[in-house]
């Protein structure tokens, strides 16, 4: 097993971050957008081997004592030498004495290591989403007709998120 050291992510981290996440998503990743607001707020940390960063992984508190886990990446270099296990176990032991009620975390279907990691901890499927976002461009280019009525559209935030949130 590779031995990650676990680090809270720092201002100076940024770069490292940036670079990690830059091939994630073909590089849309979320984090560089939120990097500093997560830097803030806490729960944001680094596995490193010596100075270089090779994994990230966030916690946040939500309402009722709901403790959410996310933004596990592996840097596409070291992906398959066993570093996303070790992030979610160093994870694991760091949050193992906070008092949430409850821990969850989203993970995309297509996912399978992180469905994996998450089988072995005991975590079960609450909810599933389905969604398609497409340009006007798209729409054009993939020949998408319709008008999409039969698509049922929550508007409010709260409502559609209340089966991951809820207790």
């Not at 031995?3 to 940036?18: T, Y």
């Not at 821990?103 to 089988?119: D, G, K, Q």
Request: proline share 4%.
């Amino acid at each position: 097993m590779v031995r990650l050291r676990l680090e809270k992510v720092k201002p100076a981290d940024r770069e490292q971050v940036e670079e990690l996440c830059s091939r994630i998503w073909n590089g849309h990743d979320y984090i560089p957008q939120v990097f500093d607001e997560w830097v803030r707020e806490g729960g944001f940390y680094c596995g490193k081997i010596g100075d270089r960063i090779v994994a990230l992984d966030k916690y946040t508190w939500h309402k009722n004592g709901v403790l959410w886990l996310e933004g596990l990446r592996v840097h596409p270099d070291f992906q398959g030498m066993g570093i996303g296990r070790e992030m979610v176990e160093l994870m694991w032991d760091l949050i193992s004495g906070l008092p949430y009620s409850s821990l969850r975390f989203m993970t995309s279907e297509a996912n399978v290591e992180s469905i994996h990691l998450a089988e072995k901890k005991g975590f079960r499927i609450m909810a599933e989403y389905h969604y398609l976002t497409l340009t006007e461009e798209e729409l054009k280019e993939f020949e998408i007709k319709g008008d999409f009525t039969g698509v049922r559209e929550e508007k409010d935030p709260e409502k559609a998120f209340e089966p991951v949130r809820s207790t």
